[in-house]
């Protein structure tokens, strides 16, 4: 996957963007890892603006979203100043099976 956790400042971990991953791939892969609850997914096929989900993770509340400019989909907190430590762990579970999944097709 062509991905990238992103970080504040102080280091702490708020969101990740994939690149080049379609949308509900991302989101099934999300929906894999356990304990993960989603609680919204909307895909409008006739506007990309209208693609987006919601989930829960370990009591967190996480939004998918498009990015405007490119063809990224970015996962980060529902509430827009929160950092979680939950979201490298969904980052680097999706990470782990998109990558896994890319070799096994090869």
Known sequence: MRGKLLQRDDGQ???FITYGVRFQRLCRNIAELPGVIFTERRRLFWSAGNVHAAFAFKGCRFKIDTDPWDDGLWVVPAEKEATYPEIQE???FVDKR????KHSAQ
């Open 90 to 92: 969904v980052f680097e």
């Open 98 to 101: 998109l990558d896994r999944k």
């Open 13 to 15: 971990p708020y969101g």
